[in-house]
């Protein structure tokens, strides 16, 4: 179900691909048209390929502690928080010191946000894990 999304808006990019790139459904008689689907073919893809960084709540972070949780299940949720932290730390990292045209407030401003919504997830489930812990003591 996860997948359902990521997969939605990449079928559509593909068709858009086929139609802008394949046929000549998109002439030059109408280039206001040709410009919107162009603009709706790269949104799909790129949100697309985005919502499956293995980030979450993005859905490839959910594909990941849905895999994770068959794997290892007593430790699927940190290992997931874990995760989503280093490479929301290896974005902020990159974007920060080498793509100098993405950085903005915004961005940082949501990719820390998500960083800190991981990190409350990390925190607890490791003060679950110390609470079962203590349990069976």
């Not at 000549?24 to 603009?39: C, D, N, T, V, Y």
């Not at 007593?74 to 950085?103: D, H, P, R, T």
């Amino acid at each position: 179900v996860t997948f359902a999304g990521p997969a939605i808006q990449l079928a559509l990019a593909g068709l858009l691909h086929v139609l802008i790139f394949r046929t000549e459904f998109l002439g030059k008689e109408h280039p206001i048209f040709a410009i919107f689907i162009f603009q709706v073919y790269l949104v799909s893809l790129l949100w697309g390929l985005i919502n499956l960084i293995p980030i979450f709540p993005l859905d490839g972070g959910s594909i990941v502690l849905e895999i994770l949780q068959r794997v290892i299940p007593n430790q699927s949720e940190k290992l997931s928080a874990l995760l989503s932290i280093c490479l929301l730390i290896g974005i902020i990292y990159y974007v920060y010191n080498f793509a100098n045209q993405y950085f903005s407030i915004f961005n940082m401003l949501i990719l820390g946000l998500l960083a800190i919504t991981n990190l409350e997830r990390l925190q607890r489930a490791t003060a679950r894990r110390d609470d079962s812990a203590d349990w069976r003591s």
